[in-house]
């Protein structure tokens, strides 16, 4: 466990098409961006058909506890709708956990997203973080973290299929964490943006957990899975009613839109498209791996999420070299040297569609080999 603090260097997220426009002179339409991670399908089907239909809903305030759209998503997720939250964003309810939690000293599985530790030290609080090893391909060591769980701990924050290892941790090992945070008065939040694009969604994703434990709540949100960034829909799980009704105190009323609690109904209900999008990104993540494996100059660890993270194990090519290839052709992945622990030799790339993928692979194969 590091107990330095860790710096964040500039980089370009998934969303800086514009920055990769002026600098590249690309237009951003003509980039396709495995750095985003968002499903290649685009939006829902069904939500693309019917959105427009409601569009006098605009013209009234929504539901302010957004009865309906809790309930669509408790049926999604199997869980009692008065255990659902709506926000903007999974990073509003980010924002609200901390500060209402206010961890003087949170723990943070890593290397992963660095919002969690800028949330905490915009509280006044000071993060550590919990090292995925290499040697152990990024798998969490669950002896260690229980060690690690002192008790000046206050918050433990992990990222459930991991960003950017793609790593996962099953409901068993959470159990054992869960008990040993329960020991120790230490609050979890878990990240699940990732869960629903997993192997094994039902047997990773905490939520029936919420059930029998009052010390955890999992963030997810429409982004990632449902391609609907721009909608700003997060929602939380959690079985401690109070802690929800003191989230929800703090929030601002109607922070979700008329057309977004509409638009979350129906997409979680889009069972086509669902589907469709779990067997191609387990499709591909299946094949992609397999032409991995044949490149004696890159190690990849295995996915979980819809994303892949690969080590350069050729000598005189970087991260940051890789990368300008790549967009010099229009493909936009991920340079992984600004994460904690990890440096110019990894790259991070998202599953898109199978010919975008077989572009991206071969730009990688070409100047690794």
């Given amino acids: 466990m590091s107990k330095d603090k860790i710096e964040h260097k500039e980089h370009f997220h998934g969303s800086d098409l514009e920055k990769i426009e002026k600098i590249y002179g690309i237009k951003k339409e003509d980039i396709t961006s495995f750095s985003a991670n968002v499903n290649p399908l685009g939006i829902s089907y069904k939500l693309k058909k019917e959105l427009a239909s409601h569009i006098d809903a605009i013209t009234s305030y929504p539901d302010r506890e957004y009865t ?63 090292r995925l090893k290499e040697t152990d391909d990024f798998k969490l060591d669950i002896e260690g973290l229980q060690k690690a769980l002192t008790d000046d701990i206050d918050l433990l924050v992990v990222c459930n299929p991991n ?5 996962q941790i099953d409901r068993k090992s959470m159990r054992i964490i869960l008990d040993t945070c329960k020991e ?65 105190s703090r929030k601002n009323p109607w922070t979700i839109n008329s057309l977004a609690a509409i638009a979350g109904e129906i997409m979680f209900k889009d069972t086509e498209y669902i589907n469709e999008t779990w067997e191609l990104i387990s499709s591909e993540r299946k094949r992609i791996c397999e032409i991995l494996e044949k ?17 350069i194990l050729k000598e005189d090519v970087t991260s940051e070299e890789l990368f300008d290839t790549a967009i010099r052709q229009g493909l936009m992945i991920r340079d992984c040297s600004t994460f904690p622990f990890l440096d110019n030799k990894y790259i991070r790339f998202c599953f898109m569609n199978p010919e975008d993928n077989d572009k991206l692979v071969k730009i990688l194969l070409d100047k690794l080999s």
């Fill in 184 to 248: 120790k008065g230490i609050f979890v939040m878990v990240d699940e943006t990732y869960v629903e694009f997993s192997e094994n969604t039902s047997e990773i994703t905490s939520i029936p957990l919420t059930g029998y434990y009052n010390n955890i709540i999992i963030l997810r949100g429409i982004s990632k899975f449902f391609a609907a960034p721009g909608l700003r829909l997060g929602y939380a799980i959690c079985g401690n009613h109070e802690l929800l009704k003191e989230i929800d």
């Fill in 68 to 130: 309906s759209l809790r309930k669509c998503i408790a049926d999604y997720v199997g869980t009692d709708y008065k255990n659902i939250l709506v926000g903007n964003g999974s990073t509003e309810l980010i924002s609200l956990v901390i500060q209402i939690k206010k961890p003087a000293k949170a723990l943070i599985v890593g290397p992963t997203y660095s919002e969690y530790e800028h949330e905490v030290a915009l509280g006044g609080g000071r993060s550590q973080y919990f």
């Fill in 163 to 167: 960003n950017p290892t793609s790593s």
């Fill in 295 to 311: 490149c004696p100059n890159l190690k990849f660890y295995k996915p979980h999420a819809n994303f892949i993270l690969v080590k």
